[in-house]
């Protein structure tokens, strides 16, 4: 029978090193943009107008997590919980005027924006912002990033998320209704874009409730970046 380490467990120098590059990949993340609609299938699965400029929103650092193929604990007494698979792309130099995405973007990921949807659709319908809905811890799991090799080669592949070895997902960047540049001209115009912060360029059709012990897994073409099984809390 497995136990839980005991808080005296002596790790090796692999397994320490790798928890500081966690803790360090996540600390050195500032802001957490959000693009929603940004698919027009998406925004018409949920009954959602079209937007005309980009739509955004954040999510709290604390929402991040590594996924490394842990369980993870998800509030499940709040209603229908919906996964919404995403690129994610990191600024890497600090933005300037005119600067282009293949300069200000060094590293992206594949994560999920996981939605209290009961609870948005009332905050919906009382004018009320949506932090409650999108911003509760490990609301915003990632991959590890892999090297952004320019917006030219990211439209050569698609990312799909799997739950329990079936594709709910797929998407490509060259779909979206916003393009990287727009967006991140966006975001600098108006809210500011530094070194650090990452940008969660919106999700494809086919979003849906998880269930209790879904394994899934988020794909860039045929490579697997990360994995986690989902516990339903009370």
Known sequence: MRHAP???????????????????????????????????????????????QPMLFVKPTHSLVL?????LSLPGGSGEIHYE?????????PYKQGATVDELIDKMALGIDFTLRDVQTELKKKGYPWLAAKGF?????????IPFDGV?????TDFSLRINEVEVQRGNIG?????????????????????????????????GAVQDADRLSLHWGGETLGHCVVRLDA
Do not use: W
């Open 6 to 52: 005991s808080p005296y467990t002596i790790y090796n120098d692999r397994h320490i090193y790798h928890i500081r590059q966690v803790l360090t990949m996540l600390n050195e993340i500032r802001n957490v943009y959000c693009v929603g609609r940004n698919y027009r299938q998406h925004a018409a699965e949920l009954g959602n107008a079209v937007p005309e």
């Open 67 to 71: 996924l490394e193929g842990q369980t």
């Open 85 to 93: 698979a995403e690129l994610v792309v990191h600024v890497g130099r």
């Open 137 to 145: 811890v490990r609301s915003a799991p990632i991959t590890p990033f």
């Open 152 to 156: 030219k080669a990211a439209e050569r």
């Open 175 to 207: 779909e979206m209704i916003f393009s990287l540049q727009q967006i991140v001209d966006f975001c600098a115009e108006r809210y500011g874009l530094g070194v650090g912060d990452v940008i969660f360029t919106g999700t494809p059709a086919g979003v």
